[in-house]
C-alpha cells in the first residue's frame, strides 16, 4: 500500500500535529504536576513558539493535504500564503494571551486548574489553524465545534462571578444556534452539488444548472455561522455580555485570535466557491450565481453602524471595546466587498495593526482592573496623572483604534478606503468615514476621564512590574513604528495573498 500521499499530508499539517501534542502535553503534565503548576505556562509559551515555527515554514509553501476521494486533485486543506499569514496572527495573539494570563488576578486564582486552561487554549489554536486551511465544509463545521467548545468553558472558565457564567451560556445558546443553522446550510449546498469540497462545489457552480432560490438559501445559513463567529450584525448579540464576562486574557484573544480565523474562513469560501478568476488588475470575476456584493455592503454597514452607536452610551470598558470590536469588523468586510486584491491587502494590512492596538487596550484595561476592581470609566479619572505611563499607552491604543496619523491605525483604514475608492464605491466609502468619526467620541472620552479629570480619592497610582511594562512596549512599538514607517506590513501583506487555486 502506498503511503506516500500520507507522509505529504502530514507534512503539510505540521502546525496542527505541533498543536495536538501540546494538548496531550499539557494534560500530561497537569496529571502528573498537579501540586505545582508552574511550568504548565512555559510548557505551553513552549508550544505556541513551536507550532510558530512550522507555521513559518509554510510561508511559500503550497498544496493539498488529504486528498478528496471525489476529486484526487484537491483536499480537505489548502496550504498557502494566505492561510500561513492568517496562522501567524493566531500565533501572535496566542504568545500575547499567555503573556496577559500570567498577569492577570483572575487567572492567578485559579492555578489548580492551570492545565486545563492551557488545554482548553491550544484547544482554540487547533480549532483556529484547521479553521483557516479547511476546504471541506465538513472540516470547517468540525474546526469551528473545536474552536466553539473550547471558546464556551473559556468564557465562564473563573466561575468568580456570576456574570462570567451567563457570559458562558449566552455564547453557547448563540453559538449552537448558529453553528446548527450552518450546518442545515452545508446539507442543502451538499445537496444540490454532490460534494463538501469548495473546489469541487465551485466546478459544480459553473456548470450545473441550480435552483438559485435554494442556493441562496443554503448560503445565507452558511454566513450566519460565519457572521457570528466575526461579531457581525445581526450576529454580534453574544458579544458584548461574553465580552463583559470573560476573563479579560479570553476577551482580548476572542477579539482578535477568533475573528481573524472568521475572516480567514468567509475570504477562503467565497473566492474559492465563488471566484472564477482574477484578472490582471487584481480584480476578482464572480460567478453571478448570488448577489455578494449587496449582502456584504448591508452586513458591513450595519455592523460598524450598530457597533459604533451602541458603543457611545457603554460606562464599562469592556463592553465598550467590545461594541468597537464589532464596529471593526465592519470595516474589515469593507475589505472584502471590493472583491479585489487590492481589498484583500487591505485587510490583511489592517488586522496585522489591530491585533497590536486592541490587544494593547485590553492589557492595560486588566492591569487597571487587577488594582482597582473595576471595569468602569468612572474609575479612570486622573489615571493619566496618578499613572502616567498607563494612561499615554492608552491613549495611544485608542487613538489608533479610531484611525488618526500618525498611529498605524490610520494606515489601516487609509488602505481600506483606497480600495473602497478604487472600487468606486464613494458612497459607502463616506457613510464608513462618519462611522469613525462616530467612533472618536467614545474613544475621546475616555481620555478625557484620563487627562481632563481630576483625581478622585479613589484614583490610585498604579505599580508596574517589568515584564508589564515590556508587554505594553511590545504593543506600542509596531504603533507608532508603522504609523510613519509602514512599507514592511504593506509589502509582507501583497506577498501573502495568494490562495490556492489562483
Known amino acids: ?95 500575547f494571551v499567555v503573556a496577559f494570563s500570567a498577569y492577570s488576578d483572575e487567572i492567578n486564582k485559579i492555578t489548580d486548574r492551570l492545565g486545563e486552561y492551557y488545554a482548553l487554549i491550544f484547544g482554540m489554536i487547533l480549532g483556529m489553524l484547521v479553521l483557516i486551511s479547511a476546504s471541506d465544509l465538513i472540516l470547517i463545521y468540525l474546526s469551528m465545534e473545536l474552536l466553539s467548545l473550547s471558546s464556551y468553558v473559556l468564557a465562564g472558565f473563573t466561575k468568580l462571578r456570576d456574570r462570567s457564567s451567563e457570559a458562558s451560556l449566552k455564547y453557547l445558546l448563540y453559538g449552537a444556534t448558529s453553528t446548527g443553522m450552518m450546518l442545515f446550510g452545508i446539507s442543502i449546498l451538499y445537496g444540490l452539488t454532490g460534494s463538501t469540497n469548495l473546489y469541487i462545489i465551485s466546478a459544480a457552480l459553473q456548470t450545473q444548472s441550480l435552483n438559485l432560490l435554494t442556493l441562496a438559501f443554503s448560503i445565507i445559513l452558511i454566513f450566519a455561522g460565519i457572521g457570528y463567529k466575526i461579531s457581525s450584525a445581526p450576529f454580534h448579540f453574544w458579544t458584548p455580555d461574553v465580552y463583559e464576562g470573560a476573563p479579560i486574557s479570553i476577551t482580548a484573544y476572542l477579539s482578535v485570535a477568533s475573528k481573524a480565523a472568521g475572516f480567514a474562513l468567509l475570504i477562503r469560501f467565497i473566492k474559492t466557491t465563488f471566484v ?44 465598550m471595546l467590545a461594541y468597537s470590536s464589532i464596529a471593526h469588523a465592519g470595516y474589515l468586510m469593507l475589505g472584502l466587498l471590493v472583491f479585489s486584491n487590492q481589498g484583500l491587502i487591505a485587510i490583511l494590512i489592517y488586522f496585522t495593526i489591530y491585533l497590536f492596538m486592541n490587544l494593547g487596550a485590553f492589557f492595560i484595561v486588566m492591569v487597571i482592573a487587577n488594582k482597582t476592581g473595576s471595569e468602569d470609566i468612572d474609575d479612570y479619572d486622573g489615571l493619566g496623572f496618578k499613572s502616567s505611563f498607563l494612561g499615554v499607552s492608552l491613549a495611544i491604543f485608542l487613538v489608533s483604534l479610531t484611525g488618526l496619523p500618525p498611529t498605524a491605525g490610520f494606515i489601516g483604514k487609509l488602505y481600506l478606503f ?77 506577498s501573502y495573498i495568494t490562495i490556492l487555486g489562483f
Open 418 to 494: 483606497i480600495a473602497l475608492v478604487d472600487a468606486k464605491m464613494l458612497t459607502v466609502a463616506i457613510i464608513a468615514l462618519l462611522n469613525t468619526v462616530v467612533s472618536l467620541y467614545y474613544y475621546i472620552r475616555v481620555l478625557k476621564h484620563m487627562f481632563l479629570t481630576s483625581p478622585t480619592e479613589k484614583t490610585e497610582k498604579i505599580p508596574l512590574n517589568f515584564g508589564q511594562i515590556a508587554v505594553i512596549i511590545i504593543m506600542l512599538i509596531p504603533i507608532l513604528l508603522f504609523g510613519v514607517y509602514f512599507s514592511p506590513v504593506v509589502d509582507l501583506a501583497k
Open 1 to 95: 500500500m502506498d503511503l506516500s500521499f500520507i507522509t505529504e499530508s502530514l507534512y503539510f499539517v505540521k502546525p496542527e500535529i505541533a498543536a495536538s501534542a501540546s494538548i496531550i502535553l499539557l494534560v500530561l503534565l497537569d496529571l502528573i504536576f498537579h501540586k505545582n503548576k508552574t511550568i504548565i505556562p512555559y510548557v505551553a509559551l513552549a508550544g505556541i513558539i513551536i507550532t510558530g515555527i512550522f507555521v513559518v515554514d509554510q510561508f511559500n509553501i503550497s498544496g493539498f493535504a488529504f486528498l478528496s476521494t471525489d476529486n484526487p486533485k484537491y483536499g480537505m486543506i489548502a496550504v498557502d500564503n494566505f492561510g500561513a499569514f492568517f496562522k501567524l496572527i493566531i500565533i501572535i495573539s496566542s504568545i
Open 276 to 319: 472564477t478568476f482574477v484578472d490582471d488588475n487584481g480584480n476578482w470575476q464572480l460567478l453571478q450565481v448570488f448577489d455578494w456584493e449587496s449582502l456584504l455592503i448591508i452586513i458591513s454597514l450595519l455592523t460598524m453602524t450598530l457597533g459604533n452607536f451602541t458603543a457611545l452610551w457603554q460606562r464599562n470598558l469592556k463592553r
